[in-house]
């Protein structure tokens, strides 16, 4: 993934020097990539602190956000996270990583990148072959602190979300992990391949 030049090539190195790989940043996007507080990267102006996943998602799926990345790691906030939010059409993906002691943290964040490195693949393909639509997305929200889901939508349909477990009031749900959530998502787009 090299060659974004300035910032992105700053966070690049930044990452690799605890272990964890680079996000999928699209390549139309690296150019565009500045750091814009401590540990703060990201194609556009940041409105909203990094830790407001819910925030970034409400636009996206409001198609309030057109394509950009934002890459924070928050070691002074709550919660204590790296935080990925790409959004490459009709990719929107969303990752909120539990950030601890890098020994022991860098391993699975690094394979969670690398199942979201997959899926930004794999949606293009799926778009390719007509399992998405150009005018459709793929929402997938992944968190450590958060319930996360997937969803997909087209233009014309409401939304599906496979990957939102059905609650009832007064039962206690497990939380998908994000690897959990990404994974289901990549099967999804390699169906049918």
Request: hydrophobic share 45%.
């Amino acid at each position: 993934m090299k060659g974004g030049g300035g910032d992105f090539d700053r966070l690049e190195r930044m990452l690799a020097e605890l272990c964890i790989r680079m996000p999928p940043v699209p390549k139309a996007l690296r150019w565009q990539l500045k750091e814009r507080d401590e540990w703060v990267f990201s194609t556009r102006t940041v409105k909203a602190p990094p830790a407001d996943l819910l925030h970034y998602v409400r636009k996206a799926i409001a198609g309030a956000l057109p394509d950009f990345a934002l890459i924070a790691r928050q070691t002074d906030a709550q919660p204590c996270a790296l935080h990925v939010y790409l959004i490459q059409a009709p990719l929107q993906l969303f990752l909120q990583l539990r950030w601890g002691d890098p020994s022991t943290v860098a391993a699975g964040i690094d394979a969670i990148l690398a199942l979201g490195e997959d899926l930004a693949r794999e949606t293009q393909a799926a778009l390719r072959r007509g399992r998405l639509t150009p005018d459709g997305r793929l929402t997938v929200v992944g968190s450590d602190f958060l319930d996360g889901f997937w969803e997909v939508a087209a233009s014309t349909e409401r939304a599906v979300r496979p990957g939102a477990a059905a609650k009832r009031p007064g039962t206690r749900t497990t939380i998908p992990s994000p690897q959990t959530i990404v994974a289901d998502a990549l099967r999804w787009c390699r169906a049918g391949a």
